[in-house]
Antibody, heavy 120, light 109 residues
Framework: QVQLQESGPGLMKPSQTLSLTCTVS??????????WSWIRQPAGKGLEWIGR???????HYSPSVKSRVSILVGTSKNQFSLKLYAVTAADTAVYFC????????????WGQGTMVTVSS | QSALTQEASVSGTVGQKVTLSCTGN????????VGWYQQISHGAPKTVMF??SLPSGIPDRFSGSKSGTTASLTISGLQPEDEADYYC???????????FGGGTKLTVL
């Protein structure tokens, strides 16, 4: 059974680069019809899609963060990462990684989420 | 402002049938299947509907449908454990982005 686990710093300062990693266990990131995605949720607000990557490296990003985001497949086959540059307090949120399944046109597996706080 | 519009809140009693709606346009719901996600107390979302098919382990009191640019999630026989926030999501080809609704808070009275 595939599981996802996010990891990264809990606290950051404005203007720094946020780096998060999602580790995939129980399956290979390069197998199947899946996009590997990042989604965030500020406190008290709804879910916001950040972007996604296919195992080939092909990416799509949300227009709201496109100018300062990168999603990469990790050097380890079963990891993918998020880099968000020049963070501000508005980037404070719980960050989730999730698997998007083409066969179902929906996310089918979610990580537990990791809280990121941006504060000076 | 979310690309998809959901009711802010819906309530129902145990055993009742409730329907949550998700309204978009021809660029998103009108062209793609809609997923539905349940989130309890801001924990990890859980997928409760793939378009109109149930993920493994989700009770069959959940059902999904779509008509034009509006998708619906129906819960027949509401249970206390169904109290949660529910989000709809689909692809938007004009934005080239995955979009979410603002979420519906479902309260079980």
């Amino acid at each position: 059974q595939v599981q996802l686990q996010e990891s990264g710093p809990g606290l950051m300062k404005p203007s720094q680069t946020l780096s998060l990693t999602c580790t995939v266990s129980g399956g290979s990131i390069s197998s199947g019809s899946y996009y590997w995605s990042w989604i965030r949720q500020p406190a008290g607000k709804g879910l916001e899609w950040i972007g996604r990557i296919y195992s080939s490296g092909s990416t799509h990003y949300s227009p709201s963060v496109k100018s300062r985001v990168s999603i990469l497949v990790g050097t380890s086959k079963n990891q993918f990462s998020l880099k968000l540059y020049a963070v501000t307090a508005a980037d404070t949120a719980v960050y989730f990684c999730a698997r998007y399944n083409w066969n179902h046109d929906a996310f089918d597996i979610w990580g537990q989420g990791t809280m990121v706080t941006v504060s000076s | 402002q979310s690309a998809l519009t959901q009711e802010a809140s819906v309530s129902g009693t145990v055993g009742q049938k409730v329907t949550l709606s998700c309204t978009g346009n021809s660029n998103n719901i009108g062209s793609y299947a809609v997923g539905w996600y349940q989130q309890i107390s801001h924990g990890a979302p859980k997928t409760v509907m793939f378009g109109n098919s149930l993920p493994s382990g989700i009770p069959d009191r959940f059902s999904g449908s779509k008509s034009g640019t509006t998708a619906s999630l129906t819960i027949s026989g509401l249970q206390p454990e169904d109290e949660a926030d529910y989000y709809c999501s689909t692809w938007d080809y004009s934005l080239s982005a995955q979009v979410f609704g603002g979420g519906t808070k479902l309260t079980v009275l």
